[in-house]
């Protein structure tokens, strides 16, 4: 199992969808043949958001370059999943990867998903530590308000206040539904939101340090 590796290269604003520089991510993705790179190139390339993305045959490795604003990790690789490739978190049901047995495409399935170590996979409603421990960094943990909300909430790290950071709401299907960028405290506008309860993942420079939940009134 190779590990997510996550580059970073943002600037930082104070509102909702602020721009910010594409980020480049790359991660293991399982596949044979030029049909498979096909197949798992365009899967990505239509995701609104992504600018640019290739797979490696030798190595299985997808790089994909994409607007955090608009789209995230976790989207991409389970679109390529669903099109029947195993992806560093998420594998391809089993009805899309029968499609491809008995043709060139028909890969090893080798990922050992109970070994994933790896953020939050929002989709799978399931937190993993992330990368290694010597990889961590010691960052302050963050404060939401007012919650049960309405209309906004408010992100704020008690530590340094000018850590660049990233926040992603997402609702209990998996689905990211708001998204912001800051440096140390910012706001989150969910008045457009239905009610309920929804996930709030923290990413203060591209390391996944928490999540909290969020009820919307």
């Known amino acids: 199992m190779r590990y997510l590796v996550i580059f970073l290269f943002s600037s930082w604003g104070l509102v909702l969808n602020a721009y910010s520089e594409p980020t480049t ?4 993705t399982l596949g044979n043949c030029s049909i498979c ?3 798992i190139e365009g899967a990505a390339k239509v995701i609104p958001g992504v600018v640019s993305v290739t797979w490696k045959i ?5 790089t994909v370059t994409y607007d955090s604003t608009i789209t995230d990790v976790y989207t991409i690789m389970h679109v390529i999943a669903n099109v029947g490739h195993d992806t560093e978190w998420f594998p391809a049901p089993d009805s899309a990867y029968n499609l491809l047995v008995g043709t060139c495409c028909e890969y090893q399935r080798t990922n050992n998903y109970e070994l994933v170590q790896v953020g939050y996979l929002s989709l799978e409603n399931r937190w993993f530590n992330p990368l290694g421990q010597g990889e961590l960094k010691t960052i302050s ?7 049960p909300a309405t209309d906004m909430i408010r992100i704020s790290l008690s530590g340094d206040k000018k850590t660049k ?7 209990l299907s998996g689905d990211r539904v708001a998204a912001a960028s800051f ?3 910012g706001v989150l506008d969910i008045m457009h ?3 309920g309860e929804y996930i709030l993942v923290v990413s203060p420079e591209g390391t996944l340090i928490g999540r909290k939940k969020v009820i919307k009134r």
């Not at 991510?25 to 293991?28: A, D, I, K, T």
């Not at 943990?141 to 919650?147: A, E, M, Q, V």
């Not at 950071?165 to 609702?171: G, K, N, P, V």
């Open 183 to 185: 440096p140390g405290y």
């Open 58 to 62: 030798i190595s299985d490795v997808t």
């Open 37 to 39: 790179k096909d197949r």
């Open 165 to 171: 950071c990233h926040a992603a709401l997402y609702d």
């Open 25 to 28: 991510v790359s991660f293991n």
């Open 193 to 195: 939101l239905p009610k």
């Open 141 to 147: 943990s963050f404060t939401i308000y007012p919650n």
